[in-house]
């Protein structure tokens, strides 16, 4: 093998990380993971991550992390320009992959919004709606949660350093609570969880400790939101209320959205 070839043989992928409208919490998911930052340090090399350092590496990049959603026009813009210098990549977060917290805002008047909190609006430059960055460029893989799993993220890593896909499991909340040992609490309890139609990735964390599921990493695979919404209201909800069960961290994930605008309509039929 030639000198040349071997050194591009042994070559670290480039990793960056990008952040748009969000809190850094999924981002810094990577810092978190202390026993295994430095061998994250040692099988890529950090092109870009203002979190974690100074040192800017140009693309391409094997790898991209974006979290957050796109609210600005300059956001609109920005997310194409990293696209095309990213060979992968994975959004990371309920804000990237489905809008977010501020997602809540394209089911009502962003204008009127921005004149309650800003004193100045006419120097906001704002879209009216929340949006993950798979509606505006091609995403390879995402990953969900409001933060994300570290664990999964250091799949994800490792998957693309070994140039395999990354490894997530499918399943649903409620397969977390029977790992471990939890008792359903929407049968139990009668309260109204989310379980049955987000992802897993979480632990079950909020059934755990006898709350309902918030939906915090999005819709699983193949999900059943009417019938959960059935459910909810054979629970004692009104519509306005299973509105905002499917209204939360992840209101713009496509599932959801629908299921909460039905639950919406069927409301305001309710009060003619």
């Not at 430095?38 to 090399?45: E, I, K, P, R, T």
């Not at 006419?122 to 009216?128: C, D, G, S, V």
């Amino acid at each position: 093998m030639s000198a040349r070839k071997k050194a591009q043989s042994n070559k670290k992928p480039k990793l960056a990380v990008f952040k748009f409208a969000s809190c850094d919490g999924c981002q810094l998911s990577l810092l978190d993971c202390e026993d295994e930052l430095l061998d994250v340090a040692g099988a890529v090399d950090i092109a870009y991550f203002p979190e974690a350092t100074r040192a800017v590496m140009k693309g391409p990049w094997d790898l991209t992390l974006v979290e957050g959603s796109i609210t600005t026009p300059h956001d609109a813009e920005r997310i194409h320009q990293i696209r095309r210098q990213s060979k992968m990549l994975v959004t990371i977060g309920a804000c990237a992959t489905a809008g977010g917290i501020q997602a809540l805002r394209n089911f009502g008047n962003v204008n009127a919004y921005v004149s309650a909190v800003y004193a100045h609006p006419e120097y906001i430059e704002t879209l009216r709606t929340s949006t993950p960055i798979a509606d505006h460029v091609k995403v390879d893989f995402e990953l969900n949660g409001c933060p994300i799993n570290k664990y999964q993220l250091l799949e994800v890593i490792n998957a693309t350093v070994n140039g395999r896909r990354p490894n997530i499991n499918p399943n649903s909340v409620c397969a977390e609570c029977k790992l471990r040992g939890t008792s359903c609490i929407m049968v139990s309890q009668g309260i109204p969880c989310m379980g049955p139609v987000t992802h897993a990735g979480c632990n079950a964390i909020c059934p755990f400790y006898n709350r309902g599921c918030f939906g915090c990493y999005g819709p699983k695979e193949a999900t059943n939101t009417a019938a959960v919404a059935t459910r909810f209201r054979e629970l004692g909800l009104n519509n306005e209320d299973v509105m905002r069960q499917f209204r939360m961290f992840t209101a713009a994930a496509r599932e959801f959205e629908d299921e909460s605008v039905a639950a919406e309509k069927f409301e305001a039929e309710s009060l003619i």
